[in-house]
């Protein structure tokens, strides 16, 4: 069994930081793509950004230059820096990971639970 747990969210005002975290355990044998996903009320899950073993990454442009991705491949963790944080992006975030659980298994998406960032004075 997979569980990815997030940690880090709440509150901040306009132009803070706040960093999230988000750790994989379980059976994991082998993490391909970590990353982050966002939902605020009445909007579809939107990506935020990820990040491949290989330390790839990838953005949404409304995040690029705000925010960094980064993980840490020996502890399967993936976190996530939010600086000059926007009233906008305040949502639900989720962790994400496409993994394989075991050697013989199949690749198989996971998500977190989800940690609620709030951006307001």
């Given at each position: 069994q997979v569980q990815l747990v997030e940690s880090g969210g709440g509150l901040v005002q306009p132009g803070g930081s706040l960093r999230l975290s988000c750790a994989a355990s379980g059976s994991v044998f082998r993490i391909y793509v970590m990353g982050w996903y966002r939902q605020a009320p009445g909007a579809q899950r939107e990506l935020v950004a990820t990040i491949t073993n290989g330390g790839s990454t990838n953005y949404a442009d409304s995040v690029k230059g705000r925010f960094t991705i980064s993980r840490d491949n020996a502890k399967n963790t993936v976190s996530l820096q939010m600086t000059?944080?926007?009233?906008?992006?305040?949502?639900?975030?989720?962790?994400?990971?496409?993994?394989?659980?075991?050697m013989i298994a199949t690749?198989?998406?996971?998500?977190?639970?989800?940690?609620?960032?709030?951006?307001?004075s």
């Open positions: 000059s944080l926007k009233p906008e992006d305040t949502a639900v975030y989720y962790c994400n990971a496409l993994l394989q659980p075991t690749r198989y998406e996971y998500w977190g639970q989800g940690t609620q960032v709030t951006v307001s």
